[in-house]
């Protein structure tokens, strides 16, 4: 089975930036979408951003949209979300995992831990 292991996360001032890392476990993460999701306290998981198996087509919410960039790594079986010009209302915990690319949804019930993202007024 499959695991996901987010890491990155932490406590930054509004305006600033971190980088978050998804290492992902088994042989099929080059041929799967990926995505970022994010839950905040008292409200549902939401999707933040995709990547495509070749890493060729992006898509991104509207509220993360041109200062968000999702990337990834093959090789490492790694996907990362930079993460610019924080926002307080980015604070949540960010989770990835597979994408159905149409609907923009997990493709698979096996969550990881999550990494907590902080951001201060």
């Known amino acids: 089975q499959e695991q996901l292991a987010e890491s990155g996360g932490g406590l930054v001032q509004a305006g600033g930036s971190l980088r978050l890392s998804c290492a992902a476990s088994?042989?099929?993460?080059?041929?799967?979408?990926m995505g970022w999701f994010r839950q905040a306290p008292g409200k549902e998981r939401e999707f933040v951003a995709a990547i495509a198996s070749g890493g060729g087509m992006r898509y991104y919410a509207d509220s993360v949209k041109g200062r968000f960039i999702i990337s990834r790594d093959n090789g490492k079986n790694t996907v990362y979300l930079q993460m610019n010009s924080l926002k307080p209302e980015d604070t949540a915990v960010y989770y990835c995992?597979?994408?159905?690319?149409?609907?923009?949804?997990?493709?698979?019930?096996?969550w990881g831990q999550g990494t907590l993202v902080t951001v201060s007024a």
């Open positions: 995992n597979k994408v159905r690319w149409g609907s923009a949804s997990a493709a698979s019930d096996a």
């Open positions: 088994g042989r099929t993460f080059s041929s799967s979408h």
